[in-house]
């Protein structure tokens, strides 16, 4: 588990964990499911991640999208579809990917914030729990089928954050 997390099993919920930071008094919520993905390994990380930031006036949802292999793709677009034909594309400023070497992987990875247009077509997306497949495309194209557990994990924090947070405050 990453330092400073707390999970949230004594309201019900012992999958969503959160972790408060005094200096820039935000709170993030997380899927425990996350943290136990190895952020080094491609075949067990999830490309993708929903989060939260909570503020004293906002809650933010945001998307982070990790490409995981042994080459640089460069990646600048994201896209999810679904076998009914619903897609979501995202297109990443380059200023909010990072890239890093570390041992003998590399990682790109892009955090943005989720604006509603993106999350309605994303959720319509993931209602096909079972056939959810996603792209990075760059310098060249990588293709992932998103695990029914993915999907459930990423569904959660959507309904966590419409169902459970608001009654936190």
Same mark, same amino acid.
């Given at each position: 588990?990453?330092?400073?997390?707390?999970?949230? &099993?004594?309201?019900?919920?012992?999958?969503?964990?959160?972790?408060?930071?005094?200096?820039?008094?935000?709170?993030?919520?997380?899927?425990?499911?996350? *943290?136990?993905?190895?952020?080094?390994?491609?075949?067990?990380?999830?490309?993708?991640?929903?989060?939260?930031?909570?503020?004293?006036?906002?809650?933010?949802?945001?998307?982070?999208?990790?490409?995981?292999?042994?080459?640089?793709?460069?990646?600048?677009?994201?896209?999810?579809? /679904?076998?009914? &034909?619903?897609?979501?594309?995202?297109?990443?400023?380059?200023?909010?990917?990072?890239?890093?070497?570390? &041992?003998?992987?590399?990682?790109?990875?892009?955090?943005?914030?989720?604006?509603?247009?993106?999350?309605?077509?994303?959720?319509?997306?993931? /209602?096909?729990?079972?056939?959810?497949?996603?792209? *990075?495309?760059?310098?060249?194209?990588?293709?992932?089928?998103?695990?029914? &557990?993915?999907?459930?994990?990423?569904?959660?924090?959507?309904? *966590?954050?419409?169902?459970?947070?608001?009654?936190?405050?």
């Amino acid at each position: 588990m990453t330092s400073g997390y707390v999970d949230l &099993g004594e309201i019900g919920e012992p999958n969503i964990y959160k972790k408060y930071d005094n200096f820039r008094r935000l709170t993030y919520y997380r899927h425990s499911k996350f *943290f136990e993905m190895a952020p080094m390994v491609k075949e067990i990380v999830s490309p993708i991640e929903i989060y939260l930031v909570k503020s004293d006036i906002i809650t933010t949802t945001r998307i982070k999208f990790r490409y995981v292999d042994n080459y640089w793709i460069f990646f600048n677009e994201v896209i999810l579809i /679904n076998s009914e &034909g619903d897609r979501v594309f995202f297109k990443i400023d380059p200023v909010n990917i990072s890239r890093i070497a570390q &041992g003998r992987g590399l990682v790109e990875t892009a955090d943005i914030v989720l604006s509603l247009e993106k999350e309605l077509e994303l959720r319509k997306v993931l /209602n096909d729990k079972e056939n959810v497949k996603m792209r *990075f495309s760059g310098n060249h194209d990588d293709d992932y089928k998103l695990s029914s &557990g993915v999907v459930s994990y990423l569904i959660e924090m959507f309904e *966590f954050r419409d169902n459970i947070l608001p009654k936190l405050q």
